[in-house]
Nanobody, 125 residues
Framework: QLQLVESGGGLVQPGGSLRLSCKFS????????IGWIRQAPGKEREGVSC????????MYADSVKGRFTISRDANDNTVYLQMNSLKAEDTAVYYC??????????????????WGQGTQVTVSS
């Protein structure tokens, strides 16, 4: 049974940084694309970034390009999201999710089959 557990959220001031972690278990990351999807109150889910099952493909939403970086440690089955220059509009619950690696890589939330419980990120002074 696949399981994803996020950690690393919290309260940070505008311009600050956070690193989110997603611990993946139940299979190897080599077979799964991993995405970070966020949802702010009253808004739809938004795909933020994703990394391919091979680890050499990444995608970013325009809203976070140049500020967020996704990476992974395949040996530890962990995916990271480094978030720099945070803005108030980055405030949301951040979820990591898994999609079968045989499918195309994408940011759409509907493409992900397994989800973590989410971690809250609040950017405020």
């Amino acid at each position: 049974q696949l399981q994803l557990v996020e950690s690393g959220g919290g309260l940070v001031q505008p311009g600050g940084s956070l690193r989110l972690s997603c611990k993946f278990s139940g299979d190897s990351l080599k077979f799964w694309h991993i995405g970070w999807i966020r949802q702010a109150p009253g808004k739809e889910r938004e795909g933020v970034s994703c990394i391919s099952s091979s680890g050499d493909g990444t995608m970013y939403a325009d809203s976070v390009k140049g500020r967020f970086t996704i990476s992974r440690d395949a040996n530890d089955n962990t995916v990271y999201l480094q978030m720099n220059s945070l803005k108030a509009e980055d405030t949301a619950v951040y979820y990591c999710a898994a999609a079968w690696g045989g499918n195309g890589l994408g940011l759409g939330a509907l493409g992900y089959d397994y989800w973590g419980q989410g971690t809250q990120v609040t950017v405020s002074s």
